[in-house]
């Protein structure tokens, strides 16, 4: 897998967070940088812890599954994305919430993070560099966060379906092309 994919597999990961970076801007003020870092870093560590313990979970059963890696990325990225593509859809008001403790991060950072678990089974399926994409994963992640709290502070909630739209079609689309490339039917 290149980079290009990795950086949009990153993306489309990345936007869960972004959205409630937005819900987190939006209820927080007089913001400041460090209102920013401190919700990126909570989003972007484990935006990239989860990913490799996925991969690490896979590759323990990855003989167990080998002629099938590709239909398990497909179905794995393809839920994913469909089920964010579906939220983005469902609307529904959420809980503004600009508290930054642990005890209300914490969960935030995991449930934005699980799918992450997931691709990181794919990426162990597709035999990828998994430090490296998890950097990339976390980094990414931590930039979008910054800027949906920025952006939630400025704007509110007018962006959040948008981006849970953009990360469900950017991960059910790297679905299809992880699956089309090892059918044969492309090529890149």
């Not at 579906?86 to 799918?115: H, N, V, W």
Request: glycine share 12%.
């Amino acid at each position: 897998m290149g980079v290009v994919s990795l950086f949009l597999i990153a993306v489309g990961l990345s936007m869960d967070a972004f959205a409630v970076s937005i819900c987190k801007g939006l209820s927080l003020r007089g913001l400041k940088w460090k209102h920013a870092l401190t919700v990126g870093l909570y989003f972007g560590i484990f935006q990239a812890l989860m990913p490799v313990v996925g991969y690490y979970i896979a590759n323990t059963f990855s003989d167990l599954v080998i002629d099938y890696d590709h239909w398990i990325a497909f179905v794995l990225l393809a839920f994913i994305g469909g089920k964010m593509i579906y939220e983005s859809f469902k609307g529904g008001t959420e809980q503004a919430d600009g508290c930054l403790r642990p005890t209300r991060m914490l969960p935030l950072a995991i449930a934005t993070s699980i799918d992450a678990l997931a691709v990181g089974v794919t990426f162990a399926l597709q035999e990828v560099h998994i430090f490296f994409a998890a950097a990339l994963i976390g980094a990414t992640t931590l930039l979008f966060s910054m800027l949906g709290v920025k952006l939630g502070n400025v704007f509110g909630v007018r962006y959040k379906s948008k981006a849970e739209l953009l990360g469900g079609l950017i991960l059910t689309l790297m679905g299809f092309k992880i699956l089309l490339e090892h059918l044969g039917v492309l090529n890149f």
